[in-house]
């Protein structure tokens, strides 16, 4: 059966989607919170259906959370009407957006049309540990001998996208596309400044690195 996951913290709506969802026979996941929503991500759904009006973490940290180590479909159920509310859920990594109220033969069809289009498999384990530090992808969340590592979010921008692509050399230019964005391909001076901060807060040994490797005059390199 299919799995999917629902997010909403009205308990109504909540009941309302399951009791609709389970008729259609869906195997039904529930959340009222967004760490609850990013756990149950991680356990494994074929399908998120995900409001952004949560108690704990807004919705669109999730939709990004989840997308730190995985491509399931993400179906953001809002009562967010404006544009700029779209396009950030959107931006995120959610791929449809349908607003409240809505229609439940309407989400239904999305719900159908998402899984046609889905390529599940994960990215990455959510979870990536080392001799030296932890990488919780879905929480966004680094730490080293038990404390958290505070990393600015260009540092948690790199060094995710180094961890998505572990054991496999990252190309200057793609890290400064990905994290700086287009037109900055030429500013390697920008690396340099943060893989050593990086280093400098999660190495064991920042001047002979095991983990933040660099492959000179090419890029970097993530090993485990």
């Not at 929503?37 to 074929?46: F, Q």
């Not at 080293?144 to 496999?168: C, F, I, K, M, S």
């Amino acid at each position: 059966m299919t799995r999917v996951l629902v997010v909403d913290d009205d308990a109504t709506l909540l009941r309302a989607l399951t009791i609709n969802l389970r008729a259609r026979r869906y195997e039904v996941e529930q959340a009222a919170t967004g760490r609850a929503a990013l756990r149950a991500a991680a356990a494994g759904v074929d399908v998120v259906v995900l409001d952004l009006g949560l108690p704990d973490i807004d919705g669109v940290d999730v939709v990004a959370g989840i997308r730190g180590w995985s491509q399931v479909p993400i179906i953001v159920l809002s009562a967010r009407e404006s544009q700029a509310a779209k396009v950030d859920a959107l931006d995120a990594g959610a791929d449809d957006y349908v607003t409240k109220p809505f229609g439940m033969d309407e989400l239904l069809a999305r719900i159908r049309a998402a899984l046609r289009r889905a390529t599940p498999e994960p990215l990455a384990e959510p979870l990536v540990t080392t001799d030296a530090f932890t990488v919780d992808l879905a929480d966004h969340r680094v730490t080293r001998d038990g404390a958290d590592v505070r990393l600015t979010p260009t540092e948690w921008h790199l060094l995710e996208v180094l961890v998505h692509n572990a054991g496999r050399l990252v190309t200057q230019k793609e890290l400064l596309a990905q994290v700086w964005g287009h037109g900055f391909e030429e500013q390697g001076n920008y690396l340099r400044v943060y893989m050593a901060q990086l280093r400098r807060k999660l190495e064991r040994e920042p001047s002979r690195p095991r983990h933040l490797v660099t492959e000179p005059g090419v890029g970097y390199r993530f090993v485990p």
